[in-house]
């Protein structure tokens, strides 16, 4: 099929700058100023933005074992409506993604069943139990672009040295979820005057702190890059910050909800704004920003994270962490860093598109001739209010209900074909 994106604003990590874009049989075939060819379909994307389709490197698709909350299929369905092309997958499954098996299973369902590209992400240890290495190399082998342990520490850091050189064999990324499960014990939301008010259990900022720091120096000293996940406070951005500036290999990222909410969301014991890491103070909002500003976090990821209504709707104490993110990431991250002045739109897609696809080592986040046709199409000229009732995901589990916003995906195109057309799936 031929494809003729015509008079859109082409954003990349390198230019911004009106240009055609010719597809043919799923490659991006020329990318010129006023080119003109035979299309079979012609999106005329005039004052749009054109966009290397995004890249996110931390996503629970919950496939298998809890597809009630979401699947490979709602999972990649509701990726590609948020301009996602490519999504690496975390290995929190029934049965743990730890062995080939469940790899191959989730690559299979993927290129059966699913609309956008899916890298799964191996466990570190057996079972996310912190004690024995998962098979790596077997994994590896079986396609998993990264390694991660993701919602549980591997806090023995004899254990997380023998990970990290074993990973680095297989040049595969250390993804770090940093979490001192001692000092964080039981707690359900940040430490602080609000958790004492609301009678919760507080989660101290150094839980998280503590284990950015032995990461970073297990990094050091075994000259392994590390990438940590979901960063949320001023500290421990001001750690990756020194040891980017001293040589450490080491990439982070945070996701939307670190710095558009506070953890004065959670106020009336909402469970729909409890997070893991959670939601931080103002304070922590700013360092984030700043942090994406001079490049300290390296990527926007989601940390989609769909749960059912049911293991919401429950006590504070009791419900379950995280959030739906795929179809509310862009706008939000529009919104809060580019209008609001802090980024600039090539910055933003070098966060969300080439930098999150380096960083897994995969062939994607680039929009030039030659390339796969993964691209997203956005309209920045659109302020409307999120209505999670229209989520294509299972799951509406997310706190940002009725925020206001600018920006929304127009078309989403995978391999050269596409799969969102006029803000609706096409497939």
């Keep these: 099929m031929k494809i003729l994106i015509k008079?859109?604003?082409?954003?990349t990590d390198e230019y911004e700058k009106r240009q055609n874009v010719f597809i043919e049989n799923g490659i991006v075939s020329r990318i010129e100023e006023n080119y003109s060819a035979d299309a079979d379909m012609v999106l005329d994307a005039d004052?749009?933005?054109?966009?290397?389709?995004l890249v996110d490197a931390h996503c629970h698709l919950r496939d298998p074992g809890y597809e009630y909350k979401e699947d490979i299929v709602?999972?990649?369905?509701?990726?590609?409506?948020?301009?996602?092309?490519?999504?690496a997958c975390m290995p929190n499954t029934n049965p743990v993604a730890d062995n080939?098996?469940?790899?191959?299973?989730?690559?299979?369902?993927?290129?059966?069943?699913?609309?956008?590209?899916?890298f799964p992400i191996g466990a570190m240890t057996k079972g996310l139990r912190g004690e024995e290495l998962a098979e790596i190399g077997e994994m590896k082998e079986a396609g998993i672009v990264g390694v991660s342990d993701d919602g549980r520490c591997v806090e023995n850091s004899s254990v997380m040295k023998k990970v990290m050189l074993y990973a680095r064999m297989f040049n595969l990324p250390v993804i770090c979820h940093?979490?001192?499960?001692?000092?964080?014990?039981?707690?359900?939301?940040?430490?602080?005057?609000?958790?004492t008010e609301m009678g919760l259990r507080g989660i101290s900022k150094a839980a998280e702190e503590i284990m950015i720091a032995r990461d970073v120096i297990l990094s050091k000293r075994f000259d392994v890059p590390v990438h940590i996940c979901h960063v949320s406070t001023v500290l421990g951005i001001e750690i990756i910050r020194y040891a980017k500036r001293t040589g450490v290999k080491v990439t982070a990222e945070t996701c939307p909800h670190y710095f558009t909410l506070t953890e004065r969301a959670c106020a009336g014991y909402n469970t729909l704004a409890k997070v893991n890491p959670p939601l931080r103070n103002e304070e922590d909002v700013e360092a984030i920003i700043r942090g994406l500003c001079d490049g300290t976090i390296d990527i926007i990821a989601t940390d989609h994270a769909p749960h059912h209504m049911d293991e919401k709707n429950v006590e504070f104490d009791k419900a379950a962490n995280g959030m739906v993110g795929f179809e509310t990431a862009l706008p939000l991250s529009y919104t809060v860093l580019v209008k609001g002045g802090h980024i600039s739109?090539?910055?933003?897609?070098?966060?969300?598109?080439t930098k999150p696809a380096e960083i897994l080592g995969i062939d994607k986040g680039r929009l030039i001739e030659g390339k796969m046709a993964d691209i997203t199409i956005f309209n920045p000229n659109v302020d409307y209010q999120i209505d999670i009732s229209k989520f294509v995901s299972k799951s509406k589990n997310s706190p940002f209900h009725g925020f206001h916003v600018s920006g929304k995906v127009v078309a989403t195109i995978v391999n050269g074909r596409i799969v969102v057309k006029d803000g609706e799936l096409v497939v």
């Design 100 to 118: 080939k098996t469940v790899i191959r299973y989730i690559i299979d369902k993927a290129n059966r069943e699913g609309v956008v590209h899916v």
């Design 178 to 195: 940093c979490e001192d499960s001692r000092l964080s014990e039981d707690g359900v939301m940040n430490e602080g005057a609000l958790s």
């Design 47 to 53: 004052g749009l933005y054109v966009l290397p389709g």
């Design 345 to 353: 739109m090539r910055e933003l897609v070098r966060k969300m598109s």
């Design 74 to 87: 709602s999972g990649t369905r509701s990726a590609a409506m948020g301009g996602f092309t490519s999504v």
């Design 7 to 11: 008079n859109g604003i082409v954003v």
